[in-house]
C-alpha cells in the first residue's frame, strides 16, 4: 500500500433503526454471520489491503467501541487509532483521558472537520473513508492506485443495481470519460442504476479545503449531501471505480434479517471462509448441508442442539431445546431457544429475547 494514506473509518451511528439488535450494544458491534460484527468487514478489508491503521472516527459511546476493537484488532502490522483518545487511551492502561471534548458531531463530514489534526496530518496525500456497517469483501489497494494515476480530487465506489432500490442510496451517473456528472442522495425518481457504495479516496487537500468552506454555512454535516455536491458544482475531476461481486449495506433490521437468509441459500454472496472470524474465533464453525437435527444451516461446534435447525445463522454458545425449531432465523452468541419452541424468521438474541423483522423494505437486500 503506497505511503500518505489515511484510511478513516466513520462509526459514529446509534443504529436507531436496528430495533432490539443495538439495544446494549453499538451499531457497528452488532454480530453478523456467524462469525464477525459489522464493524469487522472494513477492517478486515483495510488489514487485507496493507493499510497498517485506521483512525477511528466515533462519538458515541466511544469508550464501549475503543475497548471492544483495542481487543479485537490489537495484532502486529495493523492498528486501530483513537485519534484525540489514542495516547492517553494506551497510556492510561485502556482509559479515555478525562476532560477531552468535542462539539456535538451532526453528520460524517463533521466527523472529518473536528478531528482533522488526525486526518489531515504531516505526509498524508489521501483519505480513504470507510463506513462500519456495510458487509463486503474488497481489495482498496487498486481504487487508492487508480486514484493517484487519474489525479482525481475523489474517486468514488459504486456498484450497479436494481433500479427500484437505487432511491435507498446516493445515485450517481458518469460521462463517457467516466467522470462524475451527477449525485443525488436517496432520489425519489432515480434516472440511473449506480449507487454510490459508501467508501472513496479524495485528495487530502482538496478534502479539506471544502470541508474548511462548508463548515459555518447552512449545511447538513455530511459527506454525500453536502461534500461531494459542493466538489462536483466546483468542476473537480471526480471518477468512479466499480466494485464487483457483493456490497450490502446493513441499515434495518429488515435488511440484516435477508443477508442472513442470503448466507444459507443455495448460491451465497459470501462464503463461510470470506467472513472475518472475530467472535470467538477459537470455536470451529461450518456450513452444514444436511445432518441429524441441521440442514444448511451455519452452526458453531459447541452448539447444543435437541431440536431442528434449517437455514438458519448460529453463533456460538447457542442452546436449542428439546424438540424446538429453528427457521431461517438468526442466533446471536449465547442464545437460548427452549425446549418446544417454534422460532421462524426470527432474531434470536441473548437471554432468550427475540426481534423480528418488520415488513420487506425496497433494498431487495444483497447487491451483486
Not at 463506513?131 to 456498484?159: C, K, M, N, W
Not at 468552506?213 to 455536491?229: A, E
Not at 440442514?295 to 447457542?318: C, K, M, Q, T, Y
Request: net charge negative.
Amino acid at each position: 500500500m503506497a505511503d500518505g494514506v489515511r484510511a478513516v473509518l466513520l462509526a459514529g451511528g446509534e443504529g436507531r433503526r436496528m430495533g432490539r439488535l443495538g439495544h446494549g450494544r453499538l451499531k457497528p458491534l452488532v454480530p453478523f454471520g456467524g462469525a464477525c460484527r459489522l464493524v469487522d468487514f472494513s477492517l478486515a478489508n483495510a488489514a487485507r489491503s496493507g493499510l497498517e491503521e485506521v483512525l477511528l472516527l466515533s462519538q458515541y459511546e466511544e469508550q464501549q467501541l475503543m475497548d471492544d476493537l483495542h481487543r479485537t484488532w490489537w495484532r502486529p502490522g495493523f492498528r486501530v487509532h483513537f485519534g484525540p483518545y489514542d495516547q492517553g487511551y494506551r497510556e492510561g492502561a485502556g482509559y479515555a483521558p478525562p476532560g477531552i471534548t468535542h462539539p456535538p458531531e451532526r453528520g460524517t463530514a463533521d466527523a472529518l472537520i473536528h478531528k482533522a489534526p488526525y486526518v489531515f496530518g504531516p505526509g498524508i496525500s489521501d483519505v480513504l473513508v470507510l463506513h462500519a456497517d456495510h458487509v463486503y469483501r474488497f481489495d482498496y489497494g487498486p481504487l487508492i492506485e487508480r486514484h493517484r494515476r487519474s489525479g482525481a480530487v475523489l474517486t468514488l465506489a459504486y456498484q450497479r443495481i436494481e433500479l427500484r432500490h437505487v432511491p435507498l442510496f446516493g445515485m450517481v451517473e458518469f460521462d463517457a470519460a467516466g467522470q462524475l456528472t451527477r449525485f443525488v442522495e436517496k432520489p425519489s425518481r432515480p434516472t440511473s442504476d449506480l449507487v454510490f457504495a459508501a467508501f472513496c479516496v479524495f485528495d487530502a487537500a482538496t478534502l479539506y479545503h471544502y470541508l474548511e468552506k462548508l463548515d459555518g454555512t447552512d449545511w447538513q454535516h455530511d459527506i454525500s449531501r453536502d461534500v461531494i455536491p459542493a466538489m462536483l458544482s466546483g468542476g473537480e475531476r471526480i471518477l468512479g471505480h466499480e466494485v464487483p461481486g457483493h456490497w450490502e449495506d446493513i441499515g434495518t433490521v429488515d435488511r440484516y434479517h435477508r443477508a442472513h437468509l442470503a448466507l444459507v441459500s443455495e448460491r451465497p454472496p459470501l462464503t463461510l471462509s470470506q467472513l472475518p472470524l472475530t467472535v470467538q474465533p477459537e470455536v470451529p464453525r461450518s456450513l452444514v448441508t444436511r445432518a441429524p437435527g441441521i440442514h444448511h444451516s451455519i452452526v458453531p461446534s459447541d452448539l447444543v442442539n435437541e431440536g431442528l435447525i434449517e437455514r438458519s445463522v448460529v453463533f456460538p454458545g447457542a442452546r436449542i431445546g428439546r424438540g424446538a425449531r429453528v427457521r431461517h432465523s438468526v442466533l446471536f452468541p449465547g442464545a437460548i431457544v427452549p425446549a418446544g419452541a417454534d422460532i421462524d424468521s426470527e432474531i434470536v438474541l441473548e437471554h432468550g429475547i427475540t426481534q423480528r423483522p418488520t415488513a420487506p423494505d425496497a433494498s431487495g437486500g444483497a447487491h451483486a
